[in-house]
């Protein structure tokens, strides 16, 4: 095991010891029947619920390389369904942002960076949707629109779902309504 995962540990231990966790009170359903698909950016991971006014438990918070639904039937699609029909979740956020890493991301670029780090070209050569699935996004607002066009378009998605679409400066917090 690494020493940052026994620091995680050792500080783990403590904070059960501690009680800590009743600081956070909730339930698995989110107060404010809100899910927000975001990016897994390290910039945004105190800073968008702190700009958005959300607190543990509010909302069902989601998060993929991009904040962005590449696919009707990927896992990010997967789990707003589960949150609409089993959580009661009856409005929607796709927060991208901008100076995204994932804005402008090539494939090939990515691949180069496998091989460097060992994965046979021939195992790569076997995936013939790698190419598409690695690459990112031109525009962060059209990532958004497309993204918030793909929840609202979903066959499995009920009608009376809320989609909203927002980018936010991670250096500020400022959140821009995206228009659909």
């Known amino acids: 095991m690494s020493v940052l995962m026994e620091t995680i540990l050792e500080h783990n231990r403590a904070f059960v010891a501690n009680s800590e ?4 009170p909730t339930s698995k359903y989110p107060l404010k029947k809100l899910a927000v698909v ?10 968008l619920p702190a700009a958005m006014g959300l607190r ?22 997967r789990s707003l369904l589960v949150a609409v029909y089993l959580l009661g979740v009856e409005e929607i956020a796709v927060v991208g ?33 790698l190419a598409s ?3 990112g996004f031109e525009d962060d607002a059209e990532s958004v629109q497309a993204s918030v066009r793909m929840i ?4 499995l998605m009920p009608k009376d779902i809320r989609v909203s679409g927002f980018l936010i400066d991670p250096h500020t917090g400022r959140l821009d309504e995206v228009a659909v």
């Open 56 to 77: 543990n438990g509010d909302i069902k918070l989601i998060k993929n390389a991009g904040g962005s639904i590449p696919s009707a039937f990927d896992s990010i699609m």
């Open 38 to 47: 975001a990016c897994m950016d390290t910039r945004l991971v105190e800073l």
């Open 21 to 24: 966790s009743t600081q956070f």
């Open 152 to 155: 609202l378009h979903h066959p």
């Open 133 to 135: 699935w690695l690459s």
């Open 97 to 129: 942002h901008y100076d995204c890493g994932v804005q402008g991301l090539k494939s090939e670029g990515f691949i180069e960076k496998m091989l460097q780090r060992g994965v046979q070209r021939e195992e790569i050569d076997k995936l013939d949707f």
